[in-house]
């Protein structure tokens, strides 16, 4: 979770549509002739070929984000912070341009509050480095050892790795890495940011103003709605929290998932209730993203999902040039980011996007059939995408799903002003 677009800045051009539109008739030709008369075609698993695989994950574990007002609190002590030697790697951090660093106003936010044991608010523990040092483990086990995809060191040609401008984010991307190539590197390893005012990782409520006004009001009536509001009650009474300090169900869960990943306890009744918490949590976040509102959706992920469904496109146009194409793009993102994603791919659990937690899409393509495919995981299951007849999904029926929500940054842009312009044009 962040306290609270324009990304990669180079997009596919609108003649990649038309490449993939041809492409993918020439694939439904080839297809039909290799269907039965009933149109059934089971796809054989072993001509498939993996092309690319985008994986989008949250942060390791962290410090909690605002402690919670009690006698009894978490000592959150430097020692947490100690590096495993085995995630240590060397890498630079650069804009989207190439330029230096931006400055992280969230990360100087984070500083302005220390924790009871000295340790500021948002930290990545040691804990959330072999979280993510054993994600990398894990994506080098399925890419390197088990399909021979990725090289066993780190390429620059290869992998493209790209962060929120957030330290636990920069941090959690190394430990991935050096789980992933085991410190192993024949370039510099970049990883790729943007500055806060434009980042699209996450929902990006500052820069997106009718995103920011379709949401004012309703982190705090949420906590007001039936169900919600009487057992926010009873868990804060039971905890010794006054009703009226703003410490809702998104408090509550950003501290208990920082106490019991580090086992530490402030409170027994909050361990009590922490699968309550972590519910109320989730229906708090659904009624202030509200999955009807379409839009609202779109301004929160739909120029991140946007840049997905671009490398998608690239791909597998023949025209593009192989420089041009990663094996692999690493994305850093937050829980605010993954929940609205698994929303508009139709895959949310209804629980809490953990720590470390991936959401992996790999790209295949048919050897005999040349038809592409896309199958998709989240915390290492696999995942059946809304609109898609399978587990392996048709490229073409898994971008009808990303369509309904991605945002260019033309229509973004236009889209995030509306609201503005309408009050300014009315004089407000």
Known sequence: MITGVFSMRVWAPAGVLTSLAYCLHQRRVALAELRGADGQHPVDRSLLELKMVQVVFRHGARTPLKQLPQEEQVEWKPQLLEVPPQTELDYTVTSLTGGPKPHSPHDSQYHETTLKGGMFAGQLTKVGMQQMFALGERLRKNYVEDIPFLSPTFNPQEVLVRSTNIFRNLESTRCLLAGLFQRQKEGPIIIHTDEASSEVL????????????????????????????????????????????????????????????????????????????????????????????????????????????????????????????????????????????????????????????????????????????????????????????????????????????????????TLCSQTQAMELGSGK
Not at 237 to 257: H, K, P, T, Y
Not at 291 to 313: C, K, T, Y
Not at 382 to 393: E, F
Request: charged residues 20%.
């Open 202 to 413: 996450y929902p990006n409520y500052q820069n997106c103003w009718s995103l920011r006004q379709r949401v004012r009001g309703r982190r705090q009536a949420a906590s007001l709605q039936p169900g919600i509001s009487e057992d926010l009650k009873k868990v804060k009474e039971g905890m010794g929290i006054d009703g009226s300090d703003g410490v809702d169900f998104l408090v509550l869960l950003d501290n208990v998932a920082a106490e019991q990943v580090h086992s530490l306890l402030s409170c027994p009744m909050l361990k009590k209730f922490a699968q309550l918490v972590e519910q109320r949590a989730v229906d708090t976040a659904l009624y202030i993203l509200q999955r009807e509102d379409r839009e609202s959706l779109q301004m929160a992920v739909g120029p991140f999902l946007h840049i997905l469904e671009s490398n998608l496109l690239k791909a597998v146009d023949p025209a593009t040039p192989p420089g041009k194409i990663r094996k692999l793009y690493l994305y850093a993102a937050h829980d605010v980011t993954l929940m609205p994603l698994l929303m508009t791919l139709g895959i949310f659990d209804h629980k809490w996007p953990p720590f470390a937690v991936d959401l992996t899409m790999e790209l295949y393509q048919h050897q005999e059939s040349k038809e592409w495919f896309v199958q998709l995981y989240y915390h290492g299951e696999v995942q059946v995408p809304r609109g898609c007849p399978d587990v392996l999904c048709p490229l073409e029926k898994f971008l009808n799903t990303m369509s309904v929500y991605t945002l260019s940054p033309e229509k973004y842009h």
